[in-house]
């Protein structure tokens, strides 16, 4: 069965520091994997994607992820955090058994300081 | 371009009643998803349409649960006979046909159910 594992609930960071939120896959065949962020009582928006090609996948707002295929990984990062960034951010990975729904993780919680 | 749009954004209702949710894709998107999000979770699938052809629905949650996207552009969602575990947020999201699975999905802010 396809999954998608976020290891942390919550990750603390402080502004201007590098962050990573991690996220793991299990599916059969090729992953289509996605990032997405939610802000409160506000839907999902979408961040970035990774099809095929480059490992490092570059999306909106400075962020980035890298897929390690033999990881089974697509961690989430930014070079410098913004307290503007501090939201839910869910990992999701396409269903081969669903046409083209997604599964989502459960999320984790970004907490920038400032 | 305006976004996905639902209605309403929030929806209080007894238990046992019907309610019925609307979702307007962006514009030039053929598909549309419907997921359902629990407090604490990532949003779980329910059902999708391409155009007007619902494509996936055994992920329903039960036979309450129905949608429809009759002339392929706005949809419904309905749940009939409400129950204290249908309180949840409920969010659409549409994609462009081209892909299998690779467009990005755009989301709507959701509809929030309240079951008293």
């Known amino acids: 069965a396809q999954s998608v594992a976020q290891p942390e609930d919550q990750v603390n960071v402080a502004e201007g520091n590098p962050l990573t939120v991690k996220c793991t896959y299990s599916?059969?065949?090729?992953?289509?994997l996605f990032w997405y962020v939610q802000y409160p009582n506000r839907g999902l928006q979408f961040l970035l994607k990774?099809?095929?090609?480059?490992?490092l996948v570059k999306g909106s707002y400075g962020f980035e992820a890298e897929f390690n295929k033999s990881q089974t990984s697509f961690h989430l990062k930014k070079p410098s955090a913004l307290v503007s960034d501090s939201a839910l951010y869910f990992c999701?990975?396409?269903?081969?058994?669903?046409?083209?729904?997604?599964?989502f993780g459960k999320g984790t919680t970004l907490s920038v300081s400032s | 371009d305006t976004g996905v749009s639902q209605d309403p954004r929030h929806k209080i209702t007894k238990r046992g009643q019907n309610v019925t949710f609307r979702c307007d894709p962006i514009?030039?998107?053929?598909?549309l998803y419907w997921y359902r999000q629990t407090l604490g979770q990532g949003p779980e699938f329910l059902t999708y349409?391409?155009?007007?052809?619902?494509?996936?629905k055994s992920r329903l949650l039960s036979d309450r649960f129905s949608a429809e996207r009759p002339k392929g552009s706005f949809s419904t969602l309905e749940i009939q006979r409400t129950e204290q575990g249908d309180s949840a947020m409920y969010l659409c999201?549409?994609?462009?046909?081209?892909?299998?699975?690779?467009?990005?999905?755009?989301f709507g802010d959701g509809t929030r159910l309240s079951i008293l």
């Open positions: 999701a990975v396409g269903d081969n058994q669903a046409g083209t729904a997604l599964i």
């Open positions: 599916v059969s065949g090729n992953p289509y």
């Open positions: 514009s030039e998107h053929n598909r």
């Open positions: 990774y099809i095929t090609g480059d490992n």
């Open positions: 999201a549409s994609s462009p046909l081209e892909g299998r699975g690779n467009q990005p999905q755009h």
């Open positions: 349409f391409q155009n007007e052809a619902q494509l996936e």
